[in-house]
């Protein structure tokens, strides 16, 4: 069985900086694509970044130059450093893992993703 659990959340001042993990149990994070995504109260859930299984990164604008997806397949972890947080980057903050080459997209864009974390909860303060 497929699981993930998110760690690193907290709350920061603006400009702040933190580190979520995701560490993935049940199966290797090599055959899976894999993302950050986050939903802040009254908002649909967004992405964030992703990592597919072919090392290729994507970023959503908000986030370009300040956050940096990367994952340590030995650790079967997922991470997410966030830089120069800013009070909009408030959210709960989910680890996704997908299965399919033809469905990754949909996941991406729609956060439509065979898997979740629980999320972590981040908070920056102005």
């Known amino acids: 069985q497929v699981q993930l659990a998110e760690s690193g959340g907290g709350s920061v001042q603006t400009g702040g900086s933190l580190r979520l993990s995701c560490v993935a149990f049940?199966?290797?994070?090599?055959?899976?694509?894999m993302g950050w995504f986050r939903q802040a109260p009254g908002k649909e859930r967004e992405g964030v970044a992703t990592?597919?299984?072919?090392?290729?990164?994507t970023y959503a604008d908000s986030v370009e130059g300040r956050f940096t997806i990367s994952k340590d397949n030995a650790k079967n972890t997922l991470y997410l450093q966030m830089n120069s947080l800013k009070p909009e980057d408030t959210a709960m903050y989910y680890c996704?893992?997908?299965?399919?080459?033809?469905?990754?997209?949909?996941?991406?864009?729609?956060?439509?993703?065979?898997?979740w974390g629980q999320g972590t909860q981040v908070i920056v303060s102005s």
């Open positions: 996704a893992a997908h299965f399919g080459t033809s469905t990754w997209r949909i996941c991406r864009e729609n956060a439509v993703c065979d898997y």
């Open positions: 049940g199966y290797s994070m090599d055959f899976y694509d």
């Open positions: 990592f597919a299984t072919d090392g290729s990164t």
